[in-house]
């Protein structure tokens, strides 16, 4: 069905290989739920390992961070997660190829990525890339020592994927982080999306209409929304607000 074109892995590298992300975008809660995402397509793809990478618009390597992945001993390690795919493949990836099959060359098998990866019994993978329509792209990665038969065609595996690329993508490119919100800003959101108006929630919190409507406005700008809807949902989805509280 799809066409796949054979690679060869040629590095590990990433900035931060810390608890599998990078952190600096994502909410902490959003980061687990979507590690634990990863961790159900890799199942579903019957390997162990999954990674998730950006693509630049104009680059001819992975990004400099992997923003997902769930390989175990990195931090124990002077490895990291970009540059895992050769140029070659990257651009195939970037060329809109539906997906990228490559496998461990043996010429790897000194060198300190190669033994690496042969202690993880990584020996081959499936890289699948996605596009956003604010031209983000990233590139969902499989790897074992081999894939489950089928894997590169799995309609519910290639779908799932797009769903975590591209709640990624939405995470990582978010206007500000989690943590820019302020503790007032949170409030009002979170008795918006209890269903209060902004007198509601200014009784609530005893501040004045306007005061409420001043962090309602700045809230959305954060989070570059459109309107108060929009900017609940987002918060929302990035983990910030928590209903249960309400």
């Known amino acids: 069905m799809n066409q796949h074109v054979s690679s060869n892995l040629i590095g590990i590298r990433t900035p931060d290989t810390r608890s599998g992300c990078n952190g600096k975008m994502m909410h902490q809660s959003q980061r687990n739920a979507l590690l634990r995402r990863l961790r159900d397509l890799c199942a579903l793809a019957g390997c162990h390992y999954g990674m998730v990478h950006r693509l630049g618009p104009?680059?001819?390597?992975?990004?400099?961070?992997?923003?997902?992945?769930?390989?175990?001993?990195?931090?124990?390690?002077?490895?990291?997660?970009?540059?895992?795919?050769?140029?070659?493949?990257?651009?195939?990836?970037?060329?809109?190829?539906?997906?990228?099959?490559?496998?461990?060359?043996?010429?790897?098998?000194?060198?300190?990525?190669?033994?690496?990866?042969?202690?993880?019994?990584?020996?081959?993978?499936?890289?699948?890339?996605?596009?956003?329509?604010?031209?983000?792209?990233?590139v969902v990665t499989f790897c074992d020592a081999a894939l489950k038969p089928g894997a590169p065609d799995d309609a519910i595996l290639l779908a799932g994927a797009q769903a975590l690329a591209f709640s990624v993508?939405?995470?990582?490119?978010?206007?500000?982080?989690?943590?820019?919100?302020?503790?007032?800003?949170?409030?009002?959101?979170?008795?918006?999306?209890?269903?209060?108006?902004?007198?509601?929630?200014?009784?609530?919190?005893?501040?004045?209409?306007?005061?409420v409507s001043q962090y309602l406005a700045t809230a959305m700008v954060k989070l570059g929304a459109v309107n108060r809807v929009q900017a609940v949902a987002k918060a929302i989805r990035l983990g910030l607000l928590d209903l249960t509280q309400i």
């Open 169 to 211: 993508m939405e995470a990582d490119t978010s206007p500000h982080s989690a943590t820019e919100l302020s503790v007032r800003e949170r409030d009002c959101l979170q008795w918006a999306a209890a269903g209060k108006t902004a007198l509601d929630t200014a009784l609530i919190l005893q501040l004045s209409p306007h005061t």
């Open 58 to 138: 104009h680059d001819q390597k992975l990004a400099r961070a992997g923003l997902l992945h769930n390989i175990r001993g990195l931090e124990h390690s002077a490895l990291t997660t970009a540059d895992l795919l050769d140029s070659q493949t990257i651009a195939s990836l970037k060329s809109g190829m539906p997906n990228v099959s490559w496998k461990v060359p043996e010429c790897r098998s000194g060198t300190v990525q190669g033994r690496f990866l042969a202690r993880l019994h990584i020996a081959a993978g499936l890289s699948v890339p996605f596009h956003n329509a604010l031209g983000g792209q990233a």
